[in-house]
């Protein structure tokens, strides 16, 4: 299936989660904001999540500094 993934689309197999994807990219769910189809998720939610054909996905992540 195919989703939208900060702009790029990507192909991933069918029934991934929020989850799957962040691991994907080795990003620390911590650390990260996910927002799916218009929708913040709840970290909660990105084990259970599961990404449909042309979802639409934004992940941003949190940096800190001094």
Excluded: W, Y
């Amino acid at each position: 299936m195919k989703i939208i993934c900060n702009g790029e689309t990507r192909d991933l197999e069918p029934g991934r989660t929020v989850a799957d994807l962040l691991g994907e990219f080795s990003l620390d769910p911590v650390t990260m904001v996910v927002e799916c189809d218009g929708r913040v998720l709840s970290r909660e939610e990105f084990g259970s999540h599961q990404l449909q054909e042309g979802s639409v996905v934004e992940l941003i992540r949190f940096v800190g500094g001094g």
